[in-house]
Every structure is written in structure tokens, then in C-alpha cells.
């Protein structure tokens, strides 16, 4: 079938990865490009010996020249090809979040073939982040299928807000924004807080304000497995942001200590465990960082469980190491808060921190605390967020938990 697209070469090196499974093209692997086009249109990727392998939104804005969306040169990219696209992501949430649909993620970007976009619902309320070029041409009628779709399935959504507000759309050349989507049936003028229940617990999410789109959704499973080990215990939440961890702690929990440096998070994480009538949470506004070394050099060991979980120490490649030295310093000395036999339970959610690395990092932090781990679970993110197998960049949480010995 004769393509109409504008056409792009590539390299050797380039074809390996696209067949490994990945879906960028880097500017510097492209060798030709045939054809006229305007940043964020299909184009077409080819081997350099004419082998079709794939099309994408192109934008001379960025390092990652293309994004692939579909390798089925059948395809035709018009609204019922999106429609199809965004059924499947909304039918495969249905499967494997069950009762759990009502707050997930939808559309996790490459992993769902829509590069660049990331679609959470809380309730009956979208929040949506547009990180490509491509997808912000197309977002009026993606907007408008995923409302229908949704109401499809017995949600009517009541609102979408465009959480644009982050620093990577500039390398798209995009702006940065935030507000309420504008359409027809859609609300434009709620307070920015939404409610919802996750493992049986009540949440306020801030959704114009609260890191990321409001609220960490990946983490929904991990925080359950807290739970059930935490009964009876004394524990201390480091990094608590806004309380997911601590309050998941505190239904059996004796007591919990979430502690984190930014106070307006920990005052909507006291305002969540007054919601849900938790009274076995102190609150304390500190550097982890210091609060640790501090209680570390007085030999404390008040807790019998400690989660650690931080924001990303990296971003970047260049950053590895130096967030490995972040992230065995608060294990380590983590490990020799715990009196032999307390529980630990540690995560990173940086691509580049490899689970491999992380792993080695927690074997030294052990060897240097003169401690064994005894492992009791290893996990990921929740299946909201799944994993593309050949694009690393969607493997990115590591979470285990430990009996220190």
C-alpha cells in the first residue's frame, strides 16, 4: 500500500532499537528525511534499505526527532484509529483495576502509544499532562473520546484540568500551563479538590497544586503491602508527601511518624488523617536527610519499621551516582535506626537508579550497617502504569521491602 507520509531514514543503530521494541528516534540517528512536513505531523521511519518500520509526530523541537505511535502500516491515523487506541487503554484499566478504575491512571504515554501523554482519574475528574508536540495538535479530539468512551462505561466526567505546568514541554516548544479544559458539558470553575478512596482509605487530592497530578497513584498496591505489615508496629514515614503511606500504616500501626520538608504537603496529610478519624499520627516538618543523621548519631532505634520514599534523586544519566550515594545514605542509616528484626520498606522511582544498581546499593548499605536483609517482597507500580518491555523508561518503580536481621 502506497504511503503519503513524509519519510524518514534512519540508522543501523536506530532500526536495532526500534526492532528491540523501542519508540524514539534521536535526532542524530536520522539520515534523510523525503517529503514536506510541519512539526507535530505523521511521518514515516524506514531502514536505510527501505524496510518500514514505523510512524510517529516528528518535531525538529526536540532531541527525540520522532515518537513512534504504530508499526502496522495499515493504519491510518484518523479519529477512529485514536478511538480504538484509547478503548484499549480504557479496557485494559477495567481488567486489572476492577473496583479500582474509579482513581488510576489511564493512559501511562509510550506505554499505551500515546507518547507524551499522561491521562489520571480521580472520581469523575481528568487530569491530564500533554509532554509532545503531536499529542497537543490531536488533544481537542482525544479529550472528546475519552470523555465519550468513558461515559461508555458509566463515568461521566465532570472536569479536565491540564496539569502543563512542567519545565519539559519547553523542549517540544511548548508552553507551560495549567487550568481547566474548556468544552462543552465539561465544568470550568471547581476549588482544585476531588475525593477519593484508595485501599478503603478517603483522600482530598489537590489536583491544581499537589506535585506531579495530585496525587501518586503508582504506589496504590505498594502502600496495601505496608499496611498489613505494619500492624502492631511503631513506624516511621520518611518522604510522606501528602500521608498515602503513613495512613495505609495507621489502620493497625501503634503509632506512626510521616515526616517530610514540605509543610503545605503535611497539611493536606494531617487533613487526610482527620478524614479518616486517624489519631496514631504525629506529623513533623523536617529534612529527612538531617532528621536521620540526627537520630542516627544519637543511637536511636524508636521504630520497628521505617518507609523510605523518596522523590527521584535522578533525571538524568550524568546523575546516577550521585543519586546512589543519596539513596544508600538514607538506607543505610535507616538500617541502623531498626533494632534486629524491625521492617523496611524502601523504593526508588527513577528509570535511570537500574533495579540492578539499586539492588548493589542496598547490599553495601547492609554490608556497611553490619546488617542482613531478609527480603519478604519485591514489586513495581501498579498496573495502571505498565511496563513496555524495550522501553526502560517505563520500569521505573522499585520497591522493596525487608526484615532487617
Known amino acids: 500500500m502506497e504511503r503519503s507520509y513524509p519519510r524518514v531514514t534512519v540508522s543501523g543503530k536506530c532500526e536495532r532499537f526500534i526492532k528491540s521494541g523501542h519508540i ?62 484509547v478503548s484499549y487503554a480504557l479496557d485494559y484499566r477495567l481488567t486489572v483495576m476492577g473496583e479500582d478504575f ?41 479529550f472528546s473520546i475519552l470523555t465519550e468512551e468513558l461515559s461508555r462505561r458509566g463515568t461521566k466526567i465532570r472536569a479536565i484540568y491540564e496539569r502543563n505546568d512542567v519545565k519539559v514541554r ?19 470553575d471547581l476549588d482544585g479538590i476531588v475525593r477519593i478512596k484508595e485501599n478503603g482509605i478517603l483522600y482530598d487530592v489537590d489536583y491544581m497544586n499537589g506535585q506531579k497530578t495530585g496525587f501518586f497513584l503508582d504506589q496504590k498496591y505498594n502502600r496495601l503491602a505496608v499496611s498489613k505489615i505494619a500492624k502492631d508496629k511503631r513506624v516511621l514515614d520518611c518522604f510522606t508527601h501528602t500521608g498515602a503511606f503513613a495512613l495505609n500504616a495507621a489502620r493497625g500501626a501503634s503509632s506512626v511518624t510521616a515526616v517530610d520538608i514540605s509543610r503545605s ?47 527521584a534523586f535522578t533525571k538524568s544519566r550524568d546523575t546516577v551516582r550521585s543519586a546512589e550515594r543519596g539513596y544508600k545514605e538514607i538506607n543505610l542509616k535507616a538500617m541502623r535506626l ?32 553490619g546488617v542482613s536483609l531478609r527480603q519478604i517482597e519485591c514489586r513495581q507500580q501498579c498496573a495502571d502504569h505498565p511496563i513496555l518491555w524495550g522501553v526502560e523508561e517505563t520500569d521505573y518503580l522499585k520497591f522493596y521491602i525487608f526484615q532487617v536481621v
Open 24 to 85: 524514539w528516534v534521536y535526532f542524530d540517528e536520522i539520515k534523510n528525511i523525503d517529503g514536506a512536513y510541519e512539526n507535530g505531523d505523521i511521518v514515516d521511519v524506514y531502514t536505510e534499505r527501505g524496510r518500514f518500520l514505523g510512524s510517529g509526530y516528528i518535531n525538529d523541537y526536540s532531541k527525540i526527532r520522532v515518537r513512534i505511535i504504530s508499526k502496522n502500516a495499515n493504519d491510518r491515523f484518523d479519529e477512529a484509529f485514536y478511538r480504538r487506541r
Open 102 to 142: 474509579s482513581s488510576c491512571r489511564l493512559i501511562f504515554g509510550e506505554a499505551d502509544s500515546f507518547p507524551g501523554l499522561t491521562v489520571d482519574k480521580f472520581e469523575d475528574i481528568l487530569v491530564v499532562q500533554v509532554l509532545s508536540l503531536g499529542i497537543e495538535r490531536i488533544k481537542d479530539m482525544l
Open 170 to 188: 519547553e523542549l517540544e516548544g511548548l508552553t507551560q500551563f495549567k487550568g481547566f479544559y474548556h468544552a462543552e458539558g465539561l465544568r470550568d
Open 265 to 311: 504537603a503535611l497539611d493536606m496529610a494531617r487533613h487526610n488523617a482527620a478524614l479518616n478519624g486517624f489519631e496514631n499520627i504525629d506529623f513533623v516538618c523536617a529534612d529527612v536527610f538531617e532528621l536521620l543523621t540526627q537520630m542516627a548519631g544519637e543511637k536511636r532505634q524508636d521504630y520497628d519499621m521505617i518507609i523510605l520514599d523518596p522523590p
Open 338 to 369: 531498626l533494632k534486629r528484626g524491625g521492617y523496611l520498606a524502601t523504593c526508588s522511582c527513577s528509570h535511570f537508579m537500574r533495579d540492578d544498581l539499586f539492588r548493589k546499593m542496598l547490599f553495601s548499605a547492609a554490608q556497611d550497617a
